[in-house]
């Protein structure tokens, strides 16, 4: 039943994206000009080209559009289904449903839209009636558990202290989706419904993100950086973060059981003298997790026995002062310090945490969640490694503030230079790291109903949020020399033949791994003849061939700046 819970999402995202361009008029160029690369589209539209690219890639996942290996784009016989979108439903976007519901709107606001909902939008294409039906559906459902009126009764009709008018609307709504009946009575949730308002703030970060759905056309079209611009007071206009920060707290509940292990082997260590002092949770948000890992080291392991003796202070850092505020709250009953940081600014937290008295930053264990792909691009400042990556094939995509791109190589490269400089704080006890990953397209039309990265991939780009493919993303910390403890690590879904969520407890080691390139044919060379008998080694061509064919299928380890070690595979 997640399956549709997937498909509100999708259409809550993808639905004013192809309307914007469709209005701009993509898929009629195409239908005329044939396969055009991005550049070529962008030019054609006056697109701006990194947003653009992100509603390409999003079309691709759809499989509305393909890419070819020389980088154009053509439409796919699916492209047609942008013509069963009816062009009105964006109102929805504007409606004030939380007040309707709340009667102070005039009554009668969404019985259009709940009646076109019941017909399945006139069309013949579950998916799509899916897609639309999330845009009207996600708000309500928001909105109601809000007010806790999904909060079930068995004296009471669900809906029963709403307007009769609001209460026979919804009545009709949940009817016909099956969430709700007549039972002995009264009208209450079936199992499907229960599951599904259970679930409910699943949703949230995704609608959160409305302020900038809702100014679609100008994010690809217009003037995007009007559309991110804080307000004078430093607020940001484009997501309606208080939001944004429950529903991040709700879904990262899930991954706490196997963050928990991580904890507990640090906290059950002995002696206790030598186990961290302070947990540094940046990016704390709400503070929810900090606080599971503070009540689970007190309830659960050796070091909680004692904390009278060895006390444990719980850190929360955060950008937004809307989480400062919701994680003080959070922390009012253990421990606890809050303060402004910078996830790209490791030592300048530190600094503020001597400010507050607190010396001794060698006893601190990092952790954080769902952080590292929403920092700020921070462009590279080693320009030749920058140009020694640019062969990977990387798939990411990236846009910067002005709305261009960012090619994949930069974005990579400027991720490496952020963990080296968490690199130099990182403690002996570790950094655990909780993060969330882009899939490629192929990838993502395969498990559309499975996985949520349809929606989740496209709003966190349209956004300037940096996703890094699962895989990419431990070979750049490894290139630092941040490697994970193996008996730790844990990937998700744990299901399914790909990695959208990774869990890390990263430490800090003495050599580091990352991909070879051409200028490391000499280093190459001399370990062929100081590892391999002559009859076995590779020839210099044969290194660059390996290199080139495969590039990001190879591997070489160095220490104290020289090449010693390498590994070779075939694509």
């Not at 969430?179 to 308002?197: M, N, P, S, Y």
């Not at 990419?472 to 910390?477: E, K, Q, R």
């Amino acid at each position: 039943m997640l399956d549709i819970i997937n498909r509100y999402m999708h259409g809550f995202v993808a639905v004013p994206v192809i309307l914007a361009c469709k209005t701009k008029g993509l898929f009629e160029l195409l239908e005329h000009q044939g396969e055009l690369t991005l550049e070529q589209i962008v030019e054609s539209l006056k697109a701006n080209g990194g947003h653009l690219q992100v509603a390409l890639r999003m079309m691709q996942s759809l499989n509305w559009l393909e890419r070819n290996e020389a980088g154009q784009y053509s439409l796919t016989y699916e492209t047609e289904n942008h013509k069963k979108i009816p062009e009105e439903i964006l109102d929805l976007y504007h409606l004030p449903i939380e007040s309707y519901l709340m009667g102070e709107q005039q009554s009668g606001l969404l019985k259009v839209w709940i009646e076109r909902s019941i017909q399945c939008w006139n069309i013949d294409d579950p998916m799509m009636a899916d897609f639309l039906d999330g845009i009207l559906v996600i708000p309500i459902l928001l909105a109601l558990h809000k007010h806790n009126l999904l909060v079930e009764d068995k004296h009471k009709s669900l809906f029963s202290q709403l307007s009769t008018p609001v209460g026979g609307e919804l009545h009709e709504l949940f009817a016909s989706k099956g969430w709700a009946h007549e039972q002995e009575g009264r009208f209450c949730l079936t199992d499907v419904g229960r599951f599904i308002v259970e679930r409910a703030l699943i949703t949230g970060t995704t609608a959160s993100y409305t302020p900038m759905l809702s100014r679609m056309t100008d994010v690809l079209f217009g003037d995007c950086q009007a559309v991110f611009r804080r307000d004078a007071l430093g607020h940001e206009s484009h997501v309606a973060r208080s939001l944004n920060v429950v529903a991040s707290g709700f879904q990262h509940e899930k991954y706490f059981a196997d963050v928990e292990d991580s904890i507990l082997s640090i906290f059950n260590r002995l002696p206790i003298e030598e186990q961290p002092k302070y947990v540094v949770d940046m990016g704390c948000g709400d503070g929810t997790l900090l606080k599971r890992v503070y009540e689970t080291i007190r309830s659960k392991s050796a070091r909680g026995k004692i904390l009278d003796q060895y006390p444990l202070c719980a850190i929360g850092v955060d950008y937004n002062e809307a989480s400062i505020t919701a994680t003080a709250r959070t922390l009012a009953d253990i421990p606890h310090l809050v303060l402004k940081g910078d996830i790209g600014d490791p030592e300048q937290m530190i600094a503020s945490m001597n400010a507050h008295g607190i010396h001794d930053s060698e006893n601190i264990l990092h952790i954080r969640s769902f952080l590292d792909h929403d920092r700020p691009f921070i462009p590279p400042q080693n320009l030749a490694k920058v140009q020694a990556r640019s062969f990977l094939p990387y798939q990411g995509v990236y846009v910067a503030p002005s709305g261009e791109p960012i090619p994949p190589h930069v974005m990579v490269q400027s991720l490496v230079e952020h963990l080296e400089r968490w690199s130099k704080v990182v403690t002996k006890h570790g950094l655990i790291i909780l993060e969330v990953h882009c899939l490629e397209p192929d990838v993502v039309n395969r498990f559309l109903d499975k996985c949520e990265n349809l929606h989740f991939d496209a709003y966190q780009a349209f956004s300037m949020q940096h996703l890094i493919e699962a895989d990419v993303f431990i070979i750049t910390a490894a290139e630092v020399g941040l490697f994970p403890k193996f008996e730790f690590s844990k990937r998700y879904p744990k299901t399914f033949p790909f990695t959208r969520i990774t869990l890390n407890c990263f430490e800090k080691r003495h050599y580091t791994i990352r991909h070879p390139h051409l200028s490391d044919l000499p280093a190459l060379v001399n370990l062929e003849k100081k590892c391999c008998p002559q009859y076995l080694r590779a020839s210099s061509d044969e290194i660059r061939q390996r290199i080139e064919r495969f590039p990001n299928g190879n591997c070489v380890l160095e220490m104290d700046g020289q090449v010693v070690g390498a590994i070779y595979s075939q694509g």
